[in-house]
């Protein structure tokens, strides 16, 4: 994998960039050909650190993010999160081309649950036109995580959601040629 390790409001020891370096390249058994991106931020939120490990894996995004009290403890809780979601699209793509399954030896997970996505409830409902500021302000007023619009400036359909700092996020998707 090639590793790019990116602080905000953080100064990264050169002791925790090597515990990354090598804890990171255990997960390099997953991704054959060397050549994966894999992006590390870490982010001093105050009393807390945050960090947040994502690979780009041939149109997948895989991605961890943990909240805790010292990048070190964070480091142990990020990498089981992200080698779990690795084994699970590896196993999502070996049942689509029908390929054996083969056992593994994990590097951070004793072993993997394999529980179903299941759709609990279908909603249908309008959605309308309107600028992102105004979606911003229904999403104020119907308390959801998230609100669905067609962007009258764009003319696609996108969202704004809560995050979890409180500020209010746009979403804005778009088709790769």
Do not use: W
Not at 122 to 138: G, Q
């Amino acid at each position: 994998m090639q590793l790019e390790i990116v602080a905000k409001n953080y100064r990264a020891s050169d002791r925790l960039e090597q515990i990354l370096v090598a804890k990171t390249k255990k997960l390099d058994k997953y991704f054959p050909d060397g050549s994966t991106p894999c992006k590390v931020v870490l982010s001093d939120l105050g009393r807390q650190c945050k960090m947040e490990i994502s690979i780009n894996y041939h149109g997948a995004h895989i991605r961890s993010e943990v909240v805790g009290d010292t990048m070190y403890y964070n480091i142990d809780a990020c990498l089981p999160k992200l080698e779990r979601q690795i084994i699970k699209h590896r196993e999502k793509l070996n049942k689509s081309y029908k390929m054996p399954e083969r056992p593994t030896e994990y590097e951070f997970v004793s072993e993997v649950e394999d529980t179903p996505v299941e759709i609990a409830k279908v909603k249908s409902f309008e959605i309308e036109r309107m600028t992102a500021l105004e979606a911003a302000e229904n999403l104020e007023m119907v308390d959801h995580d998230f609100y669905l619009f067609v962007n009258i400036d764009t003319g696609n359909v996108e969202a704004v959601y809560r995050r979890k700092d409180g500020t209010v996020g746009l979403l804005q998707p778009y088709e790769e040629q």
